[in-house]
Structures are given as structure tokens and as C-alpha cells.
């Protein structure tokens, strides 16, 4: 019995580990993935931030991490904005950035929170084959 239950813990402990490798580029393989297939449907990474905002960072300084992935793959921006969304809702950032006939649209979000000061950040990309 006691060889099975270390059989499992080692099981378990050697699969968990390789589920952390596997997991370090998971936003690199969701981006490759919608920019394979997903035609303008957006998908939303809600917890790639793991902390909340406490203001809303000057222009230059907003850095947005699926931006920053795409520009490795050699995207490049072409157009970017920010505001309210829907007028009184979440501050959002918007970035386009454009490969060949790919265009990728990344939004960063800022959803309030019970606290005035504070926002939950997230990032919401969809691609699309650009139109000429």
C-alpha cells in the first residue's frame, strides 16, 4: 500500500510540474491559436494581471502584454486609442497592430472594483484577415 500512495504522490508531483512548463507560454499558444482562427471573435485573458491597478497609467507609460507578444512575432502598430467603453464604463486602451494580411486588435480593459481607487486589469485581442 504504501509503495502505491508513493507511486501516485510521485505521479502527481512530476505531472504538475510539467503542467507549469507547459503553462508559461500559454498566452503565446491562445495568440497563435486566434490569429490562426479566430476571424474577429475576441477572446479575453481575465487574469493575466495579478495584481489591481491603482490609477490609470500616463499614455506613454501603458504597457500592454499581448502588444508586447505580438510585436516578437513581428506585428507592428498601426493604430492605437483609449477611452471610456460604453461612455461611463471601463477605461479601455485599443492598440491594431498589423502582419502581412493579418490585423490584430488588442484591448486593455480597466473594470472598476467595490474600491474607487483600485480596477481589475485584463486583455481582450482578436485577429482577422486584413481587408485590402
Known sequence: MRSIFF???SFFMISCSEKEKTNLDFEDKVIDLVIENSNGKPIEFTEIYDSLAKNFPEDKSEK?????????KGF?????????????G???IVVTLKKEDCECEVAKIYYST?????????????C????L
Open 90 to 92: 471601463p477605461r479601455i
Open 76 to 88: 507592428k502598430i498601426i493604430n492605437w486609442g483609449r477611452g471610456n467603453y460604453p461612455p461611463l
Open 128 to 131: 482577422k484577415k486584413a481587408s
Open 7 to 9: 507511486l501516485f504522490t
Open 64 to 72: 500592454l502584454m499581448l502588444v508586447e507578444k505580438l510585436k516578437l
Open 114 to 126: 467595490i474600491s474607487e481607487s483600485e480596477f481589475i486589469m485584463t486583455e481582450r485581442i482578436n
